[in-house]
Structures are given as C-alpha cells and as structure tokens.
C-alpha cells in the first residue's frame, strides 16, 4: 500500500469517499508526517506554510475526533485574520460533507454580532474565528469552550505578531487542560517554542521542507535609490507583464500610495491594509483571487492567508528584516510546478538584509538593471471583471444558483464564469471581460431561488 495515500490511514469510509471526490488522492508532505500523529491523538507543533495542506491535515484529525451525537463545542480553530478563518472554515465543511449533520461555525470580528450570537446558541460541533471575537463571546457566555476536545492555532506566529497573545491565553484558560492541541506556524520564533511548553503536552515537533524545485522560482535583486520605489515598480510591471502580481509593502501608508500611483499609471491595482472596512478587505481579496484585478499590494498582516493557486509574480517592494518572511513571501510564486518570478528593490543600505537571506539560500541572487527594462505598450486589463450581487448566504444563495441563472436564462457558457465567493449577504462572481454586460442584464433582470436581486460591477 502507498504510504502516501489517505488509504493508508485509519479513516471512516465516508471521509475516504470524501478525499476521493475532491481529488485528495496522495497525502503531501505536511500530511503524511502529521496526520498520523495527530489521528493517535498527539499534540503537534508543525512548520507549515500557505498552501502546504495544513488545514487538511488539522481539519481531517479534529473531524476524525468528534462525536456528533453531542452538539457542543469540540474543536476550536484560531486564525490572525478572518480571511484565513473563511477560508479555513469552508475547508472543513468541504472536508465534512459526506457526514451528516456537522454543524461548523466561522466567528470573527468585523461583522455583526447578532447573527453570531443566534447562531451558537443552535450549538456546533467546530468553531473557526479569530481571538478578539472569541474571547467577546466567551465574556458575554455565548461560547461554552467547556466540551472542547481539540484546539488549533493557525498561523500562530502571525497571531502572536499581531498581539493576539493576552486574548488566546484567556481562551485557553476557559479550556479543559485535558485536550489535543495542534499548533501550525509558518516560522518558528522563540515566542512559538515558549508558547508550545506552555500550552502543549509532549508535542511531536513537525519540520517538512516545503522547498520549490530548484528553478522553479526566478529571483532578482534591483537596487534603487529609496526615492525610485514606487517607479521602479511600474517599470517592472511595464517590462514583465505579469497576468497576477503581489507586491509587499511594510506599512499600510506604503501599500495605499503604490497602489493609487499605479492605478493612475492605467495598471488595474488594489490595495489591501488594516485600515480598509471588512467588506472592502473582503472585495479586494476576491477581486484579486479571480483574475479581475492584476496587481494587489499588501502588508505581510494582510497577505496571510491570501490563497491564490497561480501566482506569476511577486515584487517585495523592500527588503523584509526577517530572512525567514523573505522566504514566506517569495513561496507564493512558482507553485504546482509552475515557473515564478521573484523581484526585489534594494537600497545600498539594505546590504546586510541582502547578505542576510543570500546566506539562508545559500546562493547569491541576480541582479538586475532597471535601466535595461522597458514597457511593452501599455498596461493589460485583467481577463476577469467581478459582479457583486447583494445577496447571500443568509438568502439561500448558492455558487449552483447563480452559476445557472447564467447558463440557463443568461446564455453564458460556463467557461465564461469564473470563481464564485457566496458571503453572508454578498455574492461576487469573476465573469469573462468580453460576457460583462451580459452577464449584469441576465442577474438584473431575472429571479434568483424566486427574487430579484441588485447587481452591480465593481472596480
């Protein structure tokens, strides 16, 4: 038998049947050395990056474990941000869909509070959320932690980075001592060590080297003056011609300017930070994930937990102070065997940043001239425009729904719709350019699961 195969563990058959559907056929290397671990009830501390599988490899044990029989609180997943808890949480109903009546719970901070409320007093079986929101139910007793089998911190180093260390140690206090605890982080700082020591018993420590074949990920170092960045930038966009481009900034004020100068440049720019409203942060991000926006400039903070599968290019904008970050950032790009570029702005003072990563590569970077690149016409619109329709989840609306309003009255081929994201009370669909105005008249025009519902193109 594989050992590499989800066969070859001890799961039920309907999470078997589960995997298969959803092309789960071989185990990566962050499952394969953590599952089994985990499965025999194991306390784990795993090195994990985005798009590693981590969240298959927690989500498929703490599944595994629950009685669902019993309608309280078992498993417990904390996220920095409420993207990652989103896009965790739709994971795990994924994963969960062939058992019958899991109740999972996305919790977070930046949405009403009613509705969350309503919602666990109907019990669940997993809660995902983030920290703050956690602890503002657990305050208010509509979280009874008092059940709990299972806790996961997910990108952990990122929670303790974002100052989330007070909230999860009051969460963690309403815990049962006796529990699995699962703890997933990107890097392993000297917070991360002392925080498993307190929180875990006996952790089976998780190192794969998630490393991209050699090759596949291009990178080069241009020096500029501090003053040339944002130029820079524009030309190396204007030169590469990139369809999707993340590009790190280290401070929002930084991430918004780029952003705005490079719009006005004609290039189809977003830019995402701690200070944009939930529902603009929420936009940008599936605006950006289905190709209907080229270049997305972000905070490190903002970034995590950005899946996005294809990712051409990555410009780090300056230089991350931690190598190890410099790591995280360029792994976006080159993935599933896929070529990536990864370029860099430097300044003459960023020397010993440069000597920094070269020495964890181990190799020395290319550099590069900006003065030997050039524009090759202008800017590209993106493939994708996204429709917002503003309805939701919370209407009964399903990504089925729309895709059929659109290939049924709207005459829309269906490799014409891209990715459709249902929130709670919006819904965006990534159509075809050259479908846009079709589409908007089909979904303006006819019922949707029997109501109309407003529609309008964003960006």
């Not at 926006?293 to 996005?308: F, N």
């Not at 005459?411 to 819904?427: P, Q, W």
């Amino acid at each position: 038998m594989n050992p590499a195969a989800f066969s070859s563990l001890h799961l039920k058959t309907p999470m078997l049947k589960n995997l298969h559907s959803l092309g789960y056929a071989e185990m990566t290397p962050v499952q394969a050395h953590s599952l089994p671990l985990i499965l025999a009830g194991k306390d784990v501390i795993a090195k994990a990056k985005t798009g590693s599988g981590k969240t298959a490899a927690f989500g498929i044990g703490l599944l595994t474990h629950l009685e669902v029989a019993s309608l309280g609180v078992q498993a417990l997943v904390l996220c920095p941000t409420r993207e990652l808890a989103d896009q965790v949480g739709k994971e795990l109903r994924r994963l969960a869909r062939f058992t019958e009546n899991i109740r999972i719970l996305t919790v977070c901070g930046g949405v009403p509070f009613g509705p969350q409320l309503s919602a666990l007093q109907h019990g669940a079986h997993v809660v995902v959320g983030t920290p703050g929101r956690l602890l503002d139910h657990l305050r208010r007793e509509s979280l009874d932690l008092s059940s709990l089998r299972t806790l996961v911190l997910d990108e952990a180093d990122r929670m303790l980075d974002m100052g989330f260390q007070e909230d999860i140690a009051a969460l963690i206090a309403a815990i049962p001592p006796k529990r699995q605890t699962l703890l997933f982080s990107a890097t392993y700082p000297d917070s991360i060590t002392e925080m498993s020591a307190e929180i875990q018993h006996e952790p089976v420590e998780v190192s794969v080297d998630e490393a991209h074949d050699e090759g596949s990920i291009e990178q080069i170092f241009y020096e500029v003056d501090p003053d040339q960045r944002s130029e820079a930038v524009a030309r190396i966009l204007g030169h590469y011609r990139p369809e999707s481009t993340l590009v790190f900034c280290n401070t929002r004020q930084e991430c918004q300017d780029l952003a705005d100068m490079l719009v006005k440049r004609g290039f189809t720019a977003l830019a995402i930070h701690g200070d944009l409203e939930q529902r603009e942060r929420d936009q940008v991000l599936v605006r950006f994930a289905n190709k209907s926006a080229s270049v997305l400039v972000a905070t490190d903070v903002a970034a995590r937990g950005l899946d996005i599968k294809e990712l051409p290019a990555v410009i780090n904008y300056e230089l991350s102070r931690n190598p190890e970050v410099h790591t995280h950032r360029i792994g976006r790009t080159g993935r599933a065997g896929e070529q990536g570029l990864a370029i860099s702005l430097v300044t003459l003072r960023e020397s010993r940043r440069v000597s920094a990563i070269e020495e964890g590569l181990g190799s020395t970077i290319t550099r590069g001239e900006l003065a030997g690149l050039t524009a090759t016409g202008r800017p590209q619109a993106p493939s994708m425009v996204t429709i917002c329709i503003d309805g939701g989840r919370k209407n009964k609306l399903r990504p089925g729904d729309i895709l059929g309003a659109l290939t049924g009255e709207g005459g829309i081929a269906g490799s014409e719709v891209g990715k459709i994201d249902v929130f709670d009370f919006h819904t965006y669909v990534a159509i075809m350019r050259q479908s846009i105005d079709q589409a908007l008249r089909c979904l303006g025009q006819n019922r949707i699961k029997g109501r109309f519902f407003k529609v309008r193109r964003t960006g």
